[in-house]
T-cell receptor
């Protein structure tokens, strides 16, 4: 079974402070990890994926297989970063199909 | 640009009614998904489909069924709506190759209230 854990429901930081949204996963194979973001009154959209190894809107995330983590980081938070963030894992289910499992989400609140 | 649309943004139904939620995508994606989004529970997969007339159960299929008669359209059906099905429903699609490894494109969501 695959599982994604986001331990924080709410994370409040001041503008300009560093941000780290935690994500831990459980999966026996080689996972693909994603971060999705949902801004207020907008649809859920991809922020970044680990295989791309790119920085989007100043955010980065490194897959740490030893710690089974995929934390999302940004050195200096901006007010426009306030949103709901979901970590997601893509793996194979028992039927052999790739299946995406989402975490419970972390609401990031950037205080001006 | 991928466009995923859902038939209604808001829907209010009564207990016991049959409810249809429609999702259409315009990018010729093979794979389509239905999730429900609840505070504190995140997104939970209800059903998905990797081809026309094909469907697979997700994590919480009970009380739901789906229909995929055309490639671009994936319908979620609540046979007899109950109050615990009050939720935000999200549809998503991905291109094929390896199901789930491509980016999921989401619709705007349908907020269903069952009275």
């Amino acid at each position: 079974a695959q599982r994604v854990t986001q331990p924080e429901k709410l994370l409040s930081v001041f503008k300009g402070a560093p941000v780290e949204l935690k994500c831990n996963y459980s999966y026996s194979g080689s996972p693909e990890l994603f971060w999705y973001v949902q801004y207020s009154r907008q649809r859920l959209q991809l922020l970044l994926r680990h295989i791309s190894r790119e920085s989007i809107k100043g955010f980065t995330a490194d897959l740490n297989k030893g710690e089974t983590s995929f934390h999302l980081k940004k050195p200096f938070a901006q007010e426009e970063d306030s949103a709901m963030y979901y970590c997601a894992l893509s793996g194979s289910n028992s039927g052999g199909y790739q299946k995406v499992t989402f975490g419970t989400g972390t609401k990031l609140q950037v205080i001006p | 640009d991928v466009k995923v649309t859902q038939s209604s943004r808001y829907l209010v139904k009564r207990t016991g009614e049959k409810v249809f939620l429609e999702c259409v995508q315009d990018m010729d994606h093979e794979n389509m998904f239905w999730y429900r989004q609840d505070p504190g529970l995140g997104l939970r997969l209800i059903y998905f489909s990797y081809d026309v007339k094909m469907k697979e159960k997700g994590d919480i299929p009970e009380g739901y069924s789906v229909s995929r008669e055309k490639k671009e359209r994936f319908s979620l059906i609540l046979e007899s709506a109950s109050t615990n099905q009050t939720s935000m429903y999200l549809c998503a699609s991905t291109s094929s190759g390896e199901l789930g490894t491509d980016t999921q494109y989401f619709g705007p969501g349908t907020r269903l209230t069952v009275l």
